[in-house]
């Protein structure tokens, strides 16, 4: 039997939220549930949309400090709880994003980014709908302006993180910290040989996976470079690029001809190489490092973008879950004690058993399956 419609909303700005919304979306298809992911930026236009994950994709790439000095601006604003201007932008479209969910039936929304869920917030403000949401929160953190969003349930990554919340304005019975959302196939382990003889790499030398972001932010080359210079052909290199077609092109033109690294363009097989891996190198985004730490792989935390990055690799390491450093040659340093030295790669492990919830991705869903058949049993009652 279908359930009701449920909406996923979010935004293009980072592979994140798009990935949370994904991971979302394929669980409820999974329980039997009618769920579609939706762009909320688009209703504001085609030309606004680009232009503004152009400019997030320019200041967090090309001047990233820039983009720290307006994060750590937010968290000063939102201590004065004036509305933003970050949310009366995202009001501009939200008569629209109003009528979507009306014409379609919505019996409840899952959002997975601010704009979306701000956007949501003055939908409910201007009682234009009663249609019941859900926040998730993709980074270890409680960023600015999430007093503004004003959901029905917030979805934080830890119960470590409620307090936090409180503070930034959120009721604490409508915090539920289930984790953050990966995709189920995520939940499933390859074992290392299997993964590596699928994949056609060998089972007698280390292979590190360095997970480049959706923008490719960080010391990749660098990176590259060293660990080359280091290990030589006693390694390999996969390093996924995703849609960075730049990076890509650049490593293929500097490194192609060592037999060592691989530059790899978008995969479907993340999860494959995942377990194929001795150690994750990543920037610290919320829902890869998430991912990496549901797939119990030992993780090594590279230059973060100022802000929510900073944050997330901070409460990783602080708690075992990762080795951060922005120095290279540490960070090779700590990967190869992670790859050869079985009881500190043991202990790494267990921290993120204990703190990462597996499972996040199925609470969530049915959580917004109870909201939406709630909704419905409501309109029911009232016909």
């Known amino acids: 039997m279908n359930i009701i419609n449920i909406l996923i909303l979010s935004c293009s700005t980072g592979g994140g939220h798009n990935a949370a919304a994904r991971a979302v979306e394929e669980m409820l298809k999974r329980k039997k549930a009618s769920a579609e ?27 990233p400090k820039a983009f720290g000095l307006i994060y750590h601006a937010g968290d000063l604003f939102s201590g004065i709880k004036i509305k933003s201007p970050i949310y009366l932008a995202n009001s501009l479209y939200s008569s629209k994003l109003a ?38 929160m993709t980074d270890y953190t409680s960023f600015p302006f999430i007093w503004e969003t004003k959901p029905n349930y917030l979805i934080a990554p830890s119960e470590e993180l409620i307090e936090e919340c409180v503070k930034k304005g ?25 993964a590596r003889s699928n994949l056609g790499l060998p089972l007698d030398k280390l292979v590190y996976l360095i997970m480049c972001g959706s923008m490719g932010f960080g010391d990749i080359e660098e990176l590259a470079k ?37 530059p790899l363009q978008f995969t479907d097989k993340v999860s494959l190489y995942m377990d194929a891996a001795d150690v994750v190198f990543t920037k610290p985004g919320g829902l890869t490092s998430t991912e990496a730490a549901v797939k119990k792989i030992p993780i090594i935390h590279t230059r973060p973008i100022p802000g929510c990055e ?21 960070q090779l340093f700590y990967a190869y004690k992670l790859a050869c030295d079985e009881s500190y790669r043991s202990e790494m492990k267990q921290a993120q058993k204990k703190y990462i919830n597996p499972n996040a991705c199925e609470n969530i869903c049915d959580l917004a399956i109870d909201l939406a058949q709630s909704t419905e049993y409501q309109r029911q009652q009232n016909s």
């Open 37 to 63: 992911v939706f762009d909320a930026l688009s209703l504001a236009g085609e030309g606004i949309n680009k232009n503004i994950c152009r400019s997030y994709e320019g200041i967090t790439t090309k001047h």
């Open 99 to 136: 009528a979507y969910i009306e014409e379609n039936e919505i019996k409840a929304v899952v959002a997975t980014h601010l704009f979306a869920a701000q956007a949501m917030s003055r939908i409910r403000n201007a009682g234009k709908s009663a249609v019941p949401y859900i926040f998730i």
């Open 170 to 194: 959120t009721e604490k019975s409508k915090i539920m910290p289930y984790g953050i959302p990966v995709h189920p196939d995520f939940q499933i382990k390859v074992p290392k040989k299997e």
């Open 226 to 262: 060293k660990t080359v210079s280091i290990y030589g052909g006693n390694i390999r290199l996969g390093i996924l690029c995703g849609n960075n077609k730049a990076l890509f092109n650049s490593l293929t033109d500097t490194l192609g001809q060592e037999e060592s690294v691989m």
């Open 310 to 330: 900073e944050r997330n690799a901070l409460f990783f390491s602080s708690r075992g879950m990762s080795f951060y450093s922005s120095d290279v040659v540490t």
